[in-house]
């Protein structure tokens, strides 16, 4: 069974940057593309970006430009670098594939951006 552990959140300020890390328990990154996933209060989860197995990237328009998403087949392990973070970026963030599987969803990490 795979698993997917989210780390890295946390409270910055507006204009703060974090780097999250998703770690799978076992390598699915070689034939699977990864997506970042997010989930404000009262919202939908969206998807705020994806990499495919070759590398290919793919945003969300409010957060392009700020968000890079990176992997590492070798460390079974998808990052989200987040750069200027603003109010609005606040949820829990998750990992899985693209597209989501029901039973790959995990904890999350918490991402607050407050003064």
């Known amino acids: 069974q795979v698993q997917l552990a989210e780390s890295g959140g946390g409270l910055v300020q507006p204009g703060g940057s974090l780097r999250l890390s998703c770690e799978a328990s076992r390598s699915i990154f070689s034939i699977n593309a990864m997506g970042w996933y997010r989930q404000a209060p009262g919202k939908q989860r969206e998807r705020v970006a994806s990499?495919?197995?070759?590398?290919?990237?793919n945003y969300a328009d409010s957060v392009k430009g700020r968000f890079t998403i990176s992997r590492d087949n070798a460390k079974n392990t998808v990052y989200l670098q987040m750069n200027s973070l603003k109010p609005e970026d606040t949820a829990v963030y998750y990992c899985?594939?693209?597209?989501?599987?029901?039973?790959?969803w995990g904890q999350g990490t918490q991402v607050t951006i407050s003064s």
């Open positions: 899985n594939r693209v597209p989501p599987l029901d039973n790959l």
């Open positions: 990499i495919s197995s070759a590398g290919y990237t």
